[in-house]
């Protein structure tokens, strides 16, 4: 029945019509009949299917399939966001202010501390999360068709998160973060040809100053929230395009047999709830107990000992201390970045999609590629760092070539050796054989990067 105070207002039919609509879908007790109700229940939930499938396979609701990482990954943004804004209530974007500003947020402002350390291990956290989704999306083969394209957004969305992270990082303007990202913008002289340039127009000019912390501050609370928003509805968007979650399947069982399907609502929308009331519990005890770092304010004419990127940049800057910068900084991270973007649209024997680790022999060879590289990791990195001196023992090479080209080389033979052995050893396929480089590489940089964060000291010497 038309509410009596919008009639009382003369108003034209479609203007009553409208405006009634909007009460309704504000205000669910603004129903006073069945059917009403049933009208707005239905609005809610064909607004959640926008974002969820009506129907998903039955198989697909295991939480072990997916590990609920893309919806902790979804909650996970919307807490920074959240955390975000209220940050921006007293956060200042200038050099003398900025550190000011968070202790401020910490000693003075209400809750100001839970909210800072939330928003840090938010984004800590998000970080592993997208990068756990990745792996889980690799080893089931969710990158073969029809998901390709998907695959691509993926890795932009974990750019993404990674930027987010780095440009973050700087803003509490202390020793730590100072230094670290002094440290990783020196990283980008080392590209040839747009080098310098890059820099310079990241930093806002030749040092890190003001307008280093303010182009920092602008990508990431507007340029990066704005590329969130726009590439996750996208992938979503994708998932729903290719039918969902890859559906878990054995090892020659045909992808195409089509599984029972179960209502999202509420199937799929209760477990993901759950997985994120859980998150969030989690964050917040773990906010509780545990702060977020914050050292002295920053000296650009002191800096610490040792020197040190991000944790998630630490397996480049561990890469520098064995390789040139040229190829340590540039040719190796753009040739590994490279091949996952054209992961998807490489030559495979078969579409092992849903499968984990392609087969049972991928297995195999995945779990001995990861031993491999355990055991060579390092015994490469004790022997470079006691043993191996190339520039000693060519002093009549550029440095380029005995510490670059030569190393890089000898590491390249390296691994397609072992893909030949992987290959004939086991009689693997194609997918088989590519998986099993891509864990050996892994895992060797995991290993360079806990290297790098735990067991380098003063002026970055190995102690073991």
């Avoid at 009634?20 to 059917?35: C, E, L, M, V, W």
């Avoid at 930027?163 to 100072?178: E, K, V």
């Avoid at 194609?430 to 892994?442: D, R």
Wanted: include cysteine; charged fraction near 10%.
């Amino acid at each position: 029945m038309p509410d009596r105070k919008l009639q009382q207002q003369n108003l034209a039919p479609d203007q009553l019509s409208f405006l009634q609509s909007i009460r309704y879908s504000i205000f669910p007790g603004s129903f006073n009949t069945k059917t009403d109700r049933e009208k707005y229940r239905g609005f809610f939930r064909t607004l959640i299917l926008h974002f969820r499938p009506r129907t998903v396979p039955e198989r697909t609701l295991r939480f072990t399939l997916t590990w609920g990482l893309g919806g902790m990954a979804v909650m996970l943004v919307l807490m920074l966001f959240g955390t975000g804004v209220l940050l921006k209530f007293v956060y200042q974007p200038l050099p003398d202010r900025a550190y000011a500003s968070v202790l401020h947020l910490q000693n003075d402002v209400f809750f100001g501390q839970l909210i800072r350390n939330v928003h840090h291990w938010s984004g800590n956290i998000l970080l592993v999360i997208v990068f756990l989704h990745f792996l889980r999306a690799f080893f089931s083969g969710a990158f073969h068709p029809p998901r390709q394209f998907n695959w691509i957004i993926g890795l932009c969305l974990f750019l993404a998160v990674l930027i987010s992270n780095f440009t973050g990082y700087l803003l509490p303007w202390d020793q730590l973060a100072f230094w670290a990202i002094t440290i990783s913008m020196g990283i980008l002289e080392y590209m040839p040809w747009v080098g310098e340039w890059l820099k310079k127009l990241i930093q806002g000019g030749s040092e890190m100053g003001p307008a280093t912390l303010t182009n920092f501050f602008a990508i990431h609370t507007a340029v990066i929230p704005a590329l969130l928003l726009i590439l996750m509805p996208f992938h979503f968007w994708r998932v729903r395009k290719a039918g969902g979650v890859v559906v878990p399947r054995s090892p020659g069982e045909n992808h195409e047999i089509k599984s029972k399907t179960v209502p999202a609502i509420p199937n799929l929308i209760l477990r993901e709830l759950v997985v994120a009331l859980s998150l969030i519990a989690f964050i917040l005890v773990f906010s509780v107990f545990f702060n977020a770092p914050l050292g002295d304010k920053a000296n650009p004419g002191l800096s610490p000992n040792p020197t040190k990127a991000p944790w998630y940049f630490m397996g480049i800057q561990e890469m520098l201390l064995h390789f040139h910068p040229l190829f340590a900084a540039f040719v190796l991270p753009v040739f590994i970045a490279g091949s996952l973007f054209f992961l998807p649209y490489m030559k495979y024997d078969m579409n092992p999609s849903g499968v984990w680790f392609v087969s049972q022999k991928g297995r195999r060879m995945a779990m001995f590629s990861a031993i491999s590289a355990a055991i060579a990791t390092p015994i490469g990195i004790i022997a470079d760092e006691f043993f191996v001196d190339f520039t000693a023992w060519l002093p009549g090479l550029p440095a380029v070539i005995s510490n670059g080209l030569l190393p890089v080389t000898v590491l390249a033979v390296v691994v397609a050796g072992f893909y030949l052995l992987l290959k004939k050893k086991y009689a693997a396929t194609n997918n088989e054989a590519i998986q099993a480089i891509f864990v050996f590489l892994l895992v060797a940089f995991i290993i360079l990067t806990i290297t790098g964060v735990w067991f380098r000291g003063q002026g970055m010497a190995l102690y073991i």
